[in-house]
Each structure stands twice: as C-alpha cells, then as structure tokens.
C-alpha cells in the first residue's frame, strides 16, 4: 500500500516481533514528553508497530500508527489499544490536533524523514513535542546494529543525535537532546502561539 520495504519486513515479523523485543523505556519517554509546554490528553505512537511503546506509558488518549497492518492488528487485537494505519509521511490527522507523538525504534526504518517530521509539526498543537528514540550510528553497538539490519535487507537510515536535532529545527521543532547512549532520545517542541 505504501511502497516501503522495511513495511513487509514487520509484516512478516508481528508474529515473533513482542517474544523478542524487550518493553519499551518508559522513563526515556516520560523524559522527553515532559519538555511539552501543554497538557498531554492525545498522543499518537508513529510507527508504534505492535503497540510495544505505547504499553510503557500511561495517562493520555494513545492511538498507534503504523504502516505495518499486523503490526496494527497485535496493537489492536492483543493490547486493546486505539490503532490506525497510515504513513508516517501522511498522517490522518487534522492540523494541531495532537499533544504529543512518540516515535520508538522506528525513525530509522521511515523512508522519508522530512516528511514524517514535517507531518508531525503540523499535527501537533502549539506547545506540543514529538518524543524519538533511536539508535546512535556512530555508537560502537551502532555500528553494528547498521550492519545487521543491512545484512537482513532492511533500507535503515540511522540519524546521530545531533543529525536527528537539525533535522527536527529544519521541520520547524526546538529540539531537545534528552539522552545519549546506543539509545539515545531527542525531543522537538512546537511554538507557543
Ligand atoms: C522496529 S518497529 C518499532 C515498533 C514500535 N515503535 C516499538 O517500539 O516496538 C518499526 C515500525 O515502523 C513501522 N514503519 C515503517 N515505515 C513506516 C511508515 N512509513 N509509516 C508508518 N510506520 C512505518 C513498521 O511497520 C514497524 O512497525
């Protein structure tokens, strides 16, 4: 439905994808929404696959969004959450109509970057933030991590934390390195009126 490759990759993993994944790292998260300047009743997870990261938080209205429908169907079906497909790059979603976005793990396998930070500036309201936890290239388990999903295929594009920062200014967001490390997260929030 939307060309992109890494999409049939999790199509083909849902099944195995949650007995592999270790849960997702709440506290990063938390971390990184806490630099929104609004309240936080509706966050949408992009990319949010089976709903792994969307499991590790709690509060506002949650709906994943993702490419992947079995991806979606194990959000929907084995964690009851909100789940709605669509493409990070063209989000079915009205112009400041969301608090937050979470982009856990996925950032890399999107096959437009500028869209998908374009599209999560314009669906976020004034004071809202977009949360991304990646992965660093140029950390030494990094490096390895390019490789393996190389080797199996995958069309990853890994973004160091600084990269992933001037990207989130150019789409208009005052970034925020929240924390460093193999995993690292950045925050980008939108302009009070
Ligand atoms: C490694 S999984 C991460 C899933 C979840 N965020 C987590 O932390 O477990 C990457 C996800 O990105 C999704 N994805 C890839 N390209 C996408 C796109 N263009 N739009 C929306 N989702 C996409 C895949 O379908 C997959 O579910």
Not at 36 to 43: F, K, N
Not at 65 to 79: C, K, Q, T, Y
């Amino acid at each position: 439905m939307y060309g992109l490759g890494d999409v049939r990759f999790f199509d083909r993993l849902a099944p195995l994808y949650d007995l592999a994944m270790p849960p997702a790292n709440g506290e990063a998260l938390g971390a990184g929404l806490d630099h929104a300047t609004r309240s936080i009743d509706r966050l949408l997870d992009v990319g949010g696959g089976s709903g792994r990261a969307a499991a590790a938080l709690s509060g506002p209205e949650i709906i994943v969004v993702d490419a992947s429908h079995e991806m979606l169907s194990r959000a929907r079906d084995a964690r009851g959450l909100s789940a709605v497909g669509g493409d990070a790059g063209r989000l079915p979603f009205r112009d400041a109509s969301v608090d937050a976005i979470t982009v856990v793990d996925a950032f890399h396998h999107l096959p437009d970057h500028d869209a998908a930070l374009r599209e999560a500036a314009r669906v976020l309201a004034p004071g809202g933030v977009i949360v991304i936890r990646e992965f660093d290239p140029t950390h030494p388990l990094g490096r390895g991590l390019v490789a393996a999903e190389h080797a199996v295929g995958m069309a990853s594009r890994f973004r160091s934390p600084s990269e992933l920062s001037d990207d989130l200014a150019d789409a208009g967001l005052d970034p925020r390195i929240v924390d460093r490390g193999f995993g690292y997260t950045v925050a980008g929030v939108t302009e009070e009126p």
